[in-house]
């Protein structure tokens, strides 16, 4: 598997997190309150457009209800009706209690912080509904960790720079963007969200290469 990686282009990787923040500045990504509110928001996130993801946290926040015992104390249909907007609610819904469930068995917070990433990681790719994005999205962001999230945009912008194939294993791209960027989880933070930016702004399904910051170092663009 490894060999679908040229592990030779890693150091592309820091020409392209300078090169986005050149052009869109920093992110300041997880927008949330909370590490609580990034959690469920990674779940929310599932599947879900952003803006949705918002009116949902939102309907939490004026029915007071974002916090974990707040949560806990639900029904799922409860639930569900306060993250329609996100989608899929119902599933989303049972997923958030799933989460719910294994913070409260597992200790708070400031006990989950002291977990090592590994076991951690392993920890909540066990909670059903989290999957390795997911689980990856609430380790970098609500814990801080030096770990990257790999998403669509990711594998969409990373195989037309010809750093990786897009349907790479997932666990080989998130390796090789962790070797490129070392333990700095501040870098792994601001390069996930500005993947995620530069995708909106240009690199579609159907690219807007005229106007993309990346094209001079880009196999794919039509330009």
């Not at 469930?101 to 392993?122: A, I, M, P, V, Y």
């Not at 790479?168 to 601001?190: K, W």
């Not at 702004?201 to 170092?217: M, Y």
């Given at each position: 598997?490894?060999?679908q990686i040229?592990?030779?282009?890693?150091?592309?990787?820091?020409?392209?997190?300078?090169?986005?923040?050149?052009?869109?500045?920093?992110?300041?990504?997880?927008?949330?309150?909370?590490?609580?509110?990034?959690?469920?928001?990674?779940?929310?996130?599932?599947?879900?457009?952003?803006?949705?993801?918002?009116?949902?946290?939102?309907?939490?926040?004026?029915?007071?209800?974002?916090?974990?015992?707040?949560?806990?104390?639900?029904?799922?249909?409860?639930?569900?009706?306060?993250?329609?907007?996100?989608?899929?609610?119902?599933?989303?819904?049972?997923?958030?209690?799933?989460?719910?469930?294994?913070?409260?068995?597992?200790?708070?917070?400031?006990?989950?912080?002291?977990?090592?990433?590994?076991?951690?990681?392993?920890?909540?790719?066990?909670?059903?509904?989290?999957?390795?994005?997911?689980?990856?999205?609430?380790?970098?962001?609500?814990?801080?960790?030096?770990?990257?999230?790999?998403?669509?945009?990711?594998r969409r912008?990373?195989?037309?720079?010809?750093l990786f194939?897009?349907?790479?294993?997932?666990?080989?791209?998130?390796?090789?963007?962790?070797?490129?960027?070392?333990?700095?989880?501040?870098?792994?933070?601001?390069?996930?969200?500005?993947?995620?930016?530069?995708?909106?702004?240009?690199?579609?399904?159907?690219?807007?290469?005229?106007?993309?910051?990346?094209?001079?170092?880009?196999?794919?663009?039509?330009?």
């Amino acid at each position: 598997m490894a060999s679908q990686i040229k592990l030779s282009d890693a150091q592309s990787v820091q020409w392209l997190l300078t090169r986005l923040l050149e052009c869109y500045g920093p992110q300041y990504w997880w927008p949330a309150d909370s590490a609580f509110e990034i959690m469920l928001g990674a779940i929310l996130t599932q599947n879900a457009a952003w803006i949705n993801v918002i009116k949902a946290i939102n309907q939490l926040k004026i029915a007071n209800c974002l916090t974990l015992d707040c949560i806990i104390a639900l029904s799922k249909s409860e639930l569900a009706a306060l993250i329609q907007p996100a989608g899929y609610y119902n599933v989303k819904a049972q997923r958030i209690h799933n989460l719910c469930q294994f913070l409260l068995e597992s200790g708070d917070f400031s006990t989950l912080q002291q977990w090592e990433t590994s076991k951690l990681r392993s920890a909540l790719l066990q909670v059903n509904g989290i999957g390795l994005e997911t689980a990856d999205d609430i380790l970098l962001y609500a814990f801080d960790r030096p770990v990257f999230v790999v998403d669509t945009y990711t594998r969409r912008i990373g195989s037309r720079l010809g750093l990786f194939k897009q349907q790479a294993p997932y666990e080989i791209i998130r390796a090789f963007f962790e070797a490129a960027l070392g333990e700095c989880s501040a870098n792994m933070n601001e390069l996930h969200a500005l993947l995620v930016q530069h995708a909106k702004q240009s690199c579609h399904k159907v690219p807007q290469c005229s106007k993309c910051c990346l094209k001079s170092a880009c196999i794919y663009s039509t330009i």
